[in-house]
């Protein structure tokens, strides 16, 4: 089979390539997009990662492709209506960094709540004073958690660690694991009023778009802390800068930012590629890095040597088994025919 992995590093190349010797397979390391969509067209399995976007151009592009192996949970890069119209089965990881972006959520929270990168930006600079420094303890702080799923779940283990008070919002509600975890489940509205540090953890669909927005910022408990580590786009960016103008949010740790792919294309907006929407984000998003109470990393939750073999091991698994007739871990079934 012709297998094309698009996003792959010089890592994936060597890791992937002594797996599928009895496949014809390219790496680009470019994302796929409608721009480059040709490189696919001769592909019967592609493999994609989260920076490319699979819309319905690309799709119809696709000549041969029977499969779409996202080396990803999340699935919003790809358009999945159209994928089942023309019977493409859609795979994904369903699990892979639970605890990999749990611990990195902890790392931003630790960043803020103890200045760590104030310090550091300091030290760079031989000023070790400890004015202006101080920090506040985790312990008996509240810490809402929106979205109690595999990451979730891993989040307020390690909060009951520092000794934390725990408030849950989800659309389900797992009594028994909340009995056992110590934690307790509550309104939407009540985790942003109740919660000193507030930390996302929804997948990015219709229904989480501008979940936290200029609507409902404003509920958020004066002086608390915001944690992003899901997806840019369930937090509005003009709610977010207001809410860090007005001290609402004390700080934010963000791993994600919305419209975070333009940064990558930001010189191409110097020639004049770049549309209104894109231009906005981007002053939004250097608005944002610019702050000293806003630590970023730039998505790299995941990024972990063990996470990122779980990511290659299943996706591989995947190939192998839609290659052989099977298919594992589906989005969307493919159509019978």
């Known amino acids: 089979m012709k297998i094309f992995f698009f996003e792959a590093t010089e890592s994936d190349k060597d890791y992937l390539t002594p797996l599928f010797r009895d496949h014809e397979v ?3 390391s470019e994302p796929l997009t409608e721009k480059n969509k040709e490189k696919a067209r001769d592909a019967e399995i592609i493999s994609i990662f989260i920076y490319s976007v699979v819309n319905k151009a690309v799709i119809e592009h696709l000549e041969n492709v029977r499969c779409i192996a996202t080396r990803s949970t999340g699935f919003d890069h790809i358009d999945i209506d159209s994928c089942a119209e023309k019977n493409i089965a859609v795979l994904n990881v369903p699990y892979y960094g639970e605890n990999t972006v749990a611990e990195h959520t902890f790392a931003l929270i630790l960043a803020l ?11 760079l600079k031989e000023n070790f004073s400890m004015n202006g420094l101080i920090g506040f303890d985790l312990k008996n702080k509240t ?30 509600h797992d009594t028994f694991l909340s009995e056992i975890l110590h934690f307790n489940y509550a309104s939407f509205d009540e985790v942003l009023a109740q919660s000193d540090i507030l930390t996302i953890h929804v997948p990015y669909n219709e229904h989480t778009y501008h ?6 910022i404003k509920k958020i408990k004066p002086g608390s802390l915001l944690i992003n580590t899901a997806r840019g786009g369930i937090v509005e960016n003009e709610a977010l800068i207001e809410a860090l103008d007005n001290h609402t949010l004390s700080g934010a740790g963000l791993d994600v930012l919305e419209g975070e792919e333009y940064i990558k294309e930001e010189q191409q907006c110097l020639y004049g590629d770049c549309d209104p929407v894109q231009a906005r984000q981007i002053e939004q998003n250097k ?6 109470n806003v630590v970023y990393t730039p998505h790299i939750g995941f990024y972990s040597e063990e996470a990122l073999k779980r990511i290659l091991d299943t996706t591989t698994e995947n190939i192998i088994q839609f290659a052989l007739g099977k298919i594992e871990n589906s989005v969307i079934p493919p159509k019978k025919k």
């Open 26 to 28: 390219l790496f680009f």
């Open 287 to 292: 608005n944002l890095l610019s702050r000293d």
């Open 113 to 123: 709540s103890r200045n760590v990168h104030k310090s550091y930006a300091r030290g």
């Open 143 to 172: 810490l809402g958690v929106i979205g109690t799923g595999h990451i979730g779940l891993h989040v307020i283990r390690i909060a009951k660690g520092f000794g934390m008070h725990v408030l849950a919002y989800d659309t389900h």
């Open 211 to 216: 979940l936290i927005g200029r609507e409902n």
